[in-house]
């Protein structure tokens, strides 16, 4: 018996793209602690997004690794952008997958508390922070599939891979998790 059901698979969506452009309730930004932007996803989000969101951002005093802290979403589609601070991989020692976790269930539940349904996920932590993509996938998946079980509000979670490798292991790790054969 596994610890969620097809009707929570089926509310996982894999696609390749660039998160800025996804017509989505909320987008989850891979921020720094300084929540003053940076590179990578970072970058493209406050760049899409325009000033308006470094002046929020400027106002939320930085974030802890595994938190989260939600704002309006400027000049991009999504209303809100969640900004989750990844683990740096330190060779896995360091509580890196537990925080890596927190910052899936913890984006979630800001997203529900502002009624957000549908929310995009970068592939968090597995660029510059150089979490190993597999196990960081997984984390990524398991974390969001407990969510769903115990979330009907969330309709939808779509995880956004900016690159063909990345998609190829979302996927493979969204199939193994939901296929489950069938009772
Ligand atoms: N849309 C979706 N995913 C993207 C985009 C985009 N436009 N741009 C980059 N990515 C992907 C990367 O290819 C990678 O798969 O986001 C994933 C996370 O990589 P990073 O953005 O490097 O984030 P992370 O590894 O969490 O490091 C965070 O990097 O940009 C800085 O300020 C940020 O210091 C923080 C650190």
Known sequence: MT???AQDCNRIVV?????TRENVDAIVNAANRSLLG???VDGAIHRAAGPGLLEECRQLGGCDTG??????GYQLPAEWVIHTVGPVW????????????SCYRNSLALAVGKGVR?????AISTGVYR??????????????LRFLSAEPRIEEVRFVCFDSRTYTVYREVVDEFCSEPCP
Do not use: C, M, N, Y
């Open 67 to 72: 938190q989260a802290k939600i704002t309006r």
């Open 3 to 5: 610890e969620w059901s």
């Open 38 to 40: 940076g590179g990578g």
């Open 15 to 19: 696609v390749q793209g660039d998160i």
């Open 90 to 101: 330190r060779g896995g020692t360091h509580g890196e997958a537990d925080l890596l976790a």
């Open 118 to 122: 549908r929310i995009a996920f970068p």
């Open 131 to 144: 979490f190993p993509l597999e196990r960081a996938t997984r984390i990524a998946v398991r974390s969001v």
